[in-house]
C-alpha cells in the first residue's frame, strides 16, 4: 500500500493587505484596489524526519516574512511588457498602454518578477521564495509544495511546485 504524509499550515497572520490591478493581453487594465490576501501552504516530503515532514515552528515564521514584505504595498508585476516602469529617485512612474501614469514613491511599492499579479501569479511568487527560503536554511526540499492565496472569501489560487 503507499502512503504519504503532508503538513498544512495556516494561521491568522499568513495575510497581507496590498493593492493592485490586473492587466489584460490587449494591454487594458484593472482599476486600481485592494485585497486582503490569505496565504495556506501544503507541503509533503517521501518520508518523515523525525517523526515530521517539516517543524511548523520552522516553517511559520519564513511564510510570516513573505507575507510581510507583501503587506500595505502596491504589487507591481514588472516582468509585464505593457508596462513601461521609469525609475525615478524617490519614486517609480508606471506607465500603462491607456496612458495612466502612477507616481508612487518606492517604499510603497513591491516589484514583483511576475507577469501579471493575479492570485496565481502570486501564489506562484510565494511558492518560490519559501522553496528558496526553506533550502537557504533548512537544506530542504518539500517533495511537493503548494500554496494558496485567497484574494476574496471563497476565491483563490492554487500552484504546487514539484521536486525535480
Ligand atoms: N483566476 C483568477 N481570476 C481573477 C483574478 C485572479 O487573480 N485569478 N483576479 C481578478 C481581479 O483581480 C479581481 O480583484 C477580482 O474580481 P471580482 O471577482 O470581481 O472581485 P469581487 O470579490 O469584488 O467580486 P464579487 O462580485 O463580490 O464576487 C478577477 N479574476
Known amino acids: 500500500m503507499k502512503t504519504a504524509f503532508s503538513i498544512r499550515v495556516y494561521k491568522q497572520y499568513f495575510n497581507f493587505a496590498s493593492s493592485h490591478f490586473m492587466l489584460f493581453k490587449d494591454g487594458t487594465r484593472e482599476p486600481l484596489h485592494g485585497h486582503n ?7 509533503n516530503a517521501p518520508e518523515l524526519d523525525d517523526d515530521m515532514v517539516f517543524d511548523f515552528l520552522n516553517i511559520k515564521p519564513i511564510v510570516r516574512r513573505i507575507c510581510d514584505s507583501l503587506d500595505h504595498k502596491l504589487l507591481i508585476p514588472k516582468n509585464n511588457p505593457n508596462l513601461v516602469i521609469e525609475d525615478r529617485e524617490n519614486n517609480y512612474n508606471i506607465v500603462c498602454v ?3 501614469v ?11 518578477p511576475i507577469e501579471n499579479t493575479s492570485a496565481e501569479r502570486i501564489a506562484a ?6 522553496h528558496a527560503a526553506v533550502l537557504a536554511e533548512y537544506k530542504f526540499e518539500f517533495n ?3 500554496i ?3 484574494e476574496t472569501p471563497g476565491q483563490a489560487a492554487v500552484y504546487t511546485l514539484f521536486k525535480e
Open 37 to 43: 490576501y490569505r496565504v495556506q501552504v501544503k507541503g
Open 98 to 100: 491607456d496612458k495612466s
Open 102 to 112: 502612477f507616481s508612487i514613491p518606492k517604499t510603497d511599492v513591491l516589484m514583483l
Open 125 to 130: 511568487y510565494i511558492a518560490n521564495e519559501l
Open 144 to 146: 511537493e509544495l503548494e
Open 148 to 150: 494558496e492565496v485567497e
